[in-house]
């Protein structure tokens, strides 16, 4: 990412920044001078190291803000949101990454407690924290950017509940850049294919298991191999920034050509 864009002064919220692709998003805001709330769930990930990957790479050592949160709870919600005010006065990006993997056939008995789990974290966060956001990102004139995935208009079986919410969030990213352009706020998607993170051995697949999935999804991506957190860091920088001003309510691919071979 070219050094040229310069974050100096805007504070940035990522959730599900303890690890993954969220982790390494923070550190990359950090790295552009951004300074950047770090979140995430207790036992998922670690808050603190984060963060202090973000003060070592920050050109001004900025300290970021911690907090140990669930999205999937509203109440969680309001504190992250109250928090960051209290602390910065003021939002200017909000990045809606936190999500939770699931693989459940319709048929599964525990189908509907998988649901509601995922509901509350892959869409209903997103929704509430854009609500709670949107107020403070109209005073700067911020930008939203939802992490939704390649995997939104591919059906897969087993997958239907990842992949509707992610399609769900497609829409919700074009449905609520019509609402919030007037307002002076940006909202867009970036979809990523696969992703090299701990994401699918947090869904109960073994080390091996795992390995297999990268290995197919590597062989079925065009440029042939799966990408790095840093991947979509990059981008989600890209589309937060000033240079694309005039961008909004788009679903922006980051997925080496994955989804075209789908």
Not at 125 to 140: G, I, Q, R
Not at 143 to 155: D, E, F, L, Q
Request: hydrophobic share 40%; proline share 3%.
């Amino acid at each position: 990412m070219s050094k040229r864009i310069d974050l100096t002064g805007k504070v940035v919220l990522i959730t599900g920044s303890s690890s993954g692709i969220g982790a390494q998003t923070a550190v990359e805001f950090a790295r552009h001078g951004a300074q950047v709330v770090v979140t995430g769930r207790e036992g998922y990930g670690d808050v603190s190291e984060v963060a202090k990957q973000c003060r070592e790479v920050s050109p001004k050592h900025l300290q970021p803000l911690e907090v140990v949160a669930d999205v999937g709870d509203v109440g969680d919600c309001r504190r992250l949101i109250g928090t960051t005010i209290d602390t910065f006065t003021r939002i200017d990006v909000l990045v809606n990454n936190a999500a939770k993997g699931v693989q459940r056939h319709i048929t599964d008995q525990d189908i509907m407690a998988h649901y509601d789990d995922c509901m509350d974290t892959n869409m209903r966060s997103v929704v509430l924290l854009t609500h709670l956001c949107a107020p403070h990102l109209a005073k700067t004139n911020g930008v939203i950017v939802n992490i939704s995935s390649a995997m939104s208009t591919i059906p897969t079986s087993g997958g239907s509940l990842y992949t509707m919410f992610k399609s769900a969030i497609d829409m919700l990213t074009k449905c609520v850049a019509l609402e919030l352009a007037p307002n002076g706020i940006r909202v867009n998607s970036v979809n990523p294919g696969g992703i090299h993170t701990a994401f699918v051995e947090a869904m109960g697949f073994t080390k091996q298991q795992s390995d297999a999935v990268w290995d197919l999804a590597a062989s079925e991506t065009p440029i042939g191999r799966v990408g790095q957190p840093l991947d979509i860091a990059n981008a989600v920088i890209y589309m937060a920034s000033p240079e694309t001003s005039f961008v909004t309510g788009t679903t922006f691919y980051c997925d080496g050509g994955y989804a075209l071979n789908h």
